[in-house]
Nanobody
């Protein structure tokens, strides 16, 4: 059973940067696609980015493309999300998730394990 712990959230001014980390415990981290999602109160969880298990292919939502970068270090069982050029509308709780399979997906139902979330707040 994989367990995920996010870190790196915080308060930042618009235009600033943050780096989120998600540390995974358990076996076979390298076998899972990993994703980042975000959620604000009253809204559904929104796909942000995903990375496949082996070839490292990535996918991003249109709202974060060219600003955010997802990466993984299988030796450290960690996935990262670099957030650049942050905007107030990026304010949310960010969750990492481990997929059922190695192929990346934008659908929350394709992820079996979720972290507790880390708050990102962007001030204008």
């Amino acid at each position: 059973q994989v367990q995920l712990v996010e870190s790196g959230g915080g308060l930042v001014q618009a235009g600033g940067s943050l780096r989120l980390s998600c540390a995974a415990s358990g076996r076979a981290f390298s076998s899972y696609a990993m994703g980042w999602f975000r959620q604000t109160p009253g809204k559904e969880r929104e796909f942000v980015a995903a990375i496949s298990s082996r070839d490292g292919s990535t996918s991003y939502s249109d709202s974060v493309k060219n600003r955010f970068t997802i990466s993984r270090d299988n030796a450290k069982n960690t996935v990262y999300l670099q957030l650049n050029t942050l905007k107030p509308e990026d304010t949310a709780v960010y969750y990492c998730a481990a997929g059922y399979y190695g192929s990346l997906s934008a659908f929350p139902s394709m992820y079996k394990t979720w972290g507790q979330g880390t708050q990102v707040t962007v001030s204008s």
